[in-house]
């Protein structure tokens, strides 16, 4: 047994038993691992969980402690505890269609009509290769890039994150922090620039990060009502 799936299993083994956080979930898997005692707070791959929706489709935005599981380094969170177990009984299924989600979610605000790795646009080389690490979105110009990619994900990822910054700052649809209500531009600290996702999220400070990644669906939620207002 790998060490990816004993950790899915572990935190799996965790739900069972009540609330489970993913700093907990991650900790356990690292005993497992090299059987140390050392805390870690390791961010999962791709960034936490992106959808206001859970895996089999029930809504996460009103749920205060959704179960998080980590399967293969990648975080996935429910709204009950029946969700989560029918996703592992079904486990292939419900990934594909968790994948196909999160790309049809994110292709539409994806910031660069060029690979982030070759530089070449994309679709030069034929259809765009969308590719999913973890919960993000990365679109390749060839499957050859993949490879190029992964050997150093988060400098790639740190230029689409600057791409999708740069993209969605000027249309933000709020001027306050989702978090703590408080407004953006004034006296307070900078504002912080937070993706997760397809979405940029706009925080009055950093101490609001812990209560974002808490329940990202209940502040997802609001950007994505504020979205609708004003686009009818």
């Not at 691992?33 to 929706?53: M, Q, R």
């Not at 982030?116 to 679109?139: C, E, F, H, K, W």
Request: net charge negative; aromatic share 8%.
């Amino acid at each position: 047994m790998n060490r990816k799936t004993l950790s899915f299993i572990i935190a799996a083994a965790l739900f069972m038993t009540g609330g489970l956080s993913f700093a907990d979930a991650q900790h356990q898997a690292d005993h497992a691992k090299d059987g140390s005692h050392a805390e870690t707070h390791a961010k999962p791959v791709g960034g936490i969980y992106p959808l206001t929706v859970d895996p089999l489709g029930d809504p996460l935005a009103d749920i205060e402690k959704p179960i998080i599981l980590v399967h293969n380094d990648r975080e996935l969170r429910f709204a009950t505890e029946a969700n989560a177990q029918a996703f592992q009984d079904e486990l292939d299924k419900y990934l594909s269609q968790l994948d196909q989600s999160l790309i049809e979610q994110q292709r539409p605000l994806y910031p660069m009509d060029k690979c982030i790795v070759s530089d070449q646009p994309l679709g030069d080389m034929g259809d765009a290769v969308d590719y999913l690490y973890g919960n993000r979105l990365v679109r390749f110009c060839c499957k050859m890039c993949k490879g190029r990619f992964e050997r150093d994900p988060d400098k790639y990822l740190a230029g689409i994150d600057a791409a999708m910054i740069e993209a969605q700052k000027a249309d933000y649809p709020l001027n306050t922090c989702v978090v703590s209500g408080e407004r953006l531009e004034g006296d307070a600290d900078e504002p912080v620039d937070y993706v997760i996702g397809d979405r940029l999220v706009r925080l009055c400070c950093k101490d609001c990060i812990t209560d974002f990644e808490a329940n990202p669906a209940k502040y997802l939620a609001k950007l994505e009502n504020k979205d609708n207002e004003n686009h009818p």
